[in-house]
Structure formats: C-alpha cells, structure tokens
C-alpha cells in the first residue's frame, strides 16, 4: 500500500504562487524522522534541516501554481492544478496510483477533479498534525515556497518578501502603495491596500471546523501521532501510536 500525504501553502498569501506538497510511503517505510511536525509549528531553520532526511524517508514533491492562475481560475482550481502537479512528479519518480490513498488535509476535496487518473482522497481535519506524510509534503512545500519569496526579495525588496513570504503584511502594503503591484501578486486579491495586518499565521486553522475545534494546538497534539502515515488506513487509534 502506498499512503501519499498532501498539503497546501500558500492559500492565503496575497503574493506568490500556491503550492502543493506531497510524500508518498509505502507499508515498509521506517519510522518517522525525528522532529518532524506540521511545517506552521516549526522554526526555518528546523524545517530547512529536516528536508533532506524527509526526502530520504519518503519520496516528495511540490506542484506549485501561479498567480496568473489563481487569478484566472480562482484558489480552488489553483490548489487542484498544483496538487496535480505534485502527483505527477512522484509518478514521474517511480511511484504507483494503482490502490495508492492520497490522505489531503483540510475540510473539502479539491483535488480529485484535477487529477489525470483517479485516486482515492481521504480527507482529514488537522491531517498535517496527526499523519507523519502530510507533516512531511506541509514542510517540503513549505520550504519550497520560502525560498522562492526570499529569492523574488532581492528583485522587489520593497515589498519585504523576505520577512512575510507573500502574506499581506504591513510592510507589504507599503510597498504596494508605494510601488504598485508586482507581476507576482494575486491582482484579484488585491481591491485595495488593507492597512490592517493580515501575516502569515503560526497557525493555519481550518476555516470549516467549529470554532470550538479551532484552539491553538499543545505541543503534545503538534506531533503526528501516525508514524509512518500508514496506520491512518489500517484501523489503528492514532491516539495510541
């Protein structure tokens, strides 16, 4: 059995694409690297070191869509063309679909209907704190989508990439007074230059789960309790793993 973990970044920024990551295990995969987390509860330097033992753990990759598209298209569509992506670099790279289970975190499917062939998509509130694949595909992404902001920095410093990633800072609303909108921004996204801070969360509630539900998580409950992302679809109590 193949488990392939799936999570977003970038949804609610203002600038940059979004981008999807995904980590496929199988049934053998060895236990969890240590450390590993929902990417939102991790320093960048901690998720900058863990890539490379996420990568030898498990088989990743990140499917990102622009601006342009979310523009377009709109956010639901965009996510669905990046996660599409991301699943056709890992079949690119060896991995089987066939009886393979993407586990997506969040609320609602957005991505079967953009896949080239269908797999089954189990979704999961707060899947990216109780499966150790989809920890690892938030904290590749993550990652991916961080370096390049930073990168785009040095070419238009003055809307602080750098420092907010694409969200819509303080900082970045200055800039975007001050200079107008980069070819990178979500256009549509932008009705006007918000004065009110709107940064990048530590952490990324789910916005259809009751309020009740939404209490910034322990570090206890920050830890995947599925090891290898498998035990999720076996029938084991991820309280006791």
């Known amino acids: 059995m193949t488990v392939i973990g799936c999570d977003e970044v970038g949804r609610g ?3 940059g694409p979004v981008a999807v990551g995904v980590a496929a295990v199988t049934i053998a995969v060895g236990r969890m690297p240590s450390g590993l987390a929902d990417s939102k ?3 960048p330097a901690k998720r900058e070191a863990l890539v490379p033992r996420l990568e030898a ?3 990743t990759a990140v499917g990102m869509a622009s601006a342009d598209l979310v523009d377009e298209q709109g956010i639901v569509t965009a996510l669905g063309v990046a996660g599409a ?3 056709d670099q890992l079949v690119a790279a060896g991995i ?3 009886g393979a289970v993407v586990v997506l975190d969040g609320s609602f499917d957005w991505l079967s209907r953009a896949l080239r062939d269908p797999v089954d998509v189990l979704v999961r509130v707060k899947a990216d704190r109780d499966c150790a694949s989809v920890a690892a595909a938030s904290v590749v992404a993550k990652v991916r989508r961080d370096a390049l902001m930073v990168a785009a920095h ?3 410093p003055h809307y602080a990439w750098a420092s907010n990633k694409g969200y819509g800072s303080t900082e970045h609303y200055d800039g975007i007074r001050a200079a107008g909108p980069h070819a990178l921004h979500r256009r549509s996204w932008l009705h006007r230059c918000d004065p009110v801070v709107e940064v990048e969360p530590l952490f990324e509630l789910d916005e259809d789960v009751p309020s009740g ?3 910034v998580p322990s570090a206890h ?6 090891d290898d992302g498998v035990r999720l679809l076996v029938g084991a109590d991820p309280e006791r793993s």
Request: net charge negative; no cysteine.
């Open 57 to 59: 753990w498990a088989t």
């Open 213 to 215: 539900d939404n209490a």
């Open 154 to 156: 040095e070419e238009a």
């Open 96 to 98: 089987a679909l066939d």
């Open 85 to 87: 992506r991301g699943i």
């Open 13 to 15: 920024a203002i600038a």
């Open 221 to 226: 409950d920050a830890v995947p309790s599925v």
């Open 41 to 43: 509860l991790l320093s």
